[in-house]
């Protein structure tokens, strides 16, 4: 299963939406709140074995599917760095 849609099933399964596109703001279209946000970010840390720092935590980053999408390849993509 692709990135893409193991995030589109979490967020169907989690936030019960599932009329919405890649790029659809999830804050503007009231798909997904800030607690849910933070359950994203849950998710997308467990699932993909990724850290994410404090300053990555932006809309840019996290308020639309593609953003999601790009920014867990990013992160997959880039050295992992000691903590």
């Keep these: 299963m692709s990135v893409r849609d193991r995030i589109r099933n979490f967020i169907v399964d989690t936030f019960f ?25 849950a998710f997308i840390e467990t699932e993909f074995g990724i850290k994410l720092g404090d300053t990555e ?10 953003r999601v999408v790009a ?4 992160k997959q993509s880039s050295p992992r760095q000691e903590s």
């Design 57 to 66: 935590l932006v809309p840019e980053n996290l308020d639309s599917l593609s």
């Design 71 to 74: 920014f867990v390849g990013r």
């Design 17 to 41: 939406v599932d009329d919405f596109g890649d790029d659809d703001s999830f804050l503007r279209k009231g798909l997904i709140d800030s607690t849910g946000m933070m359950e994203l970010v």
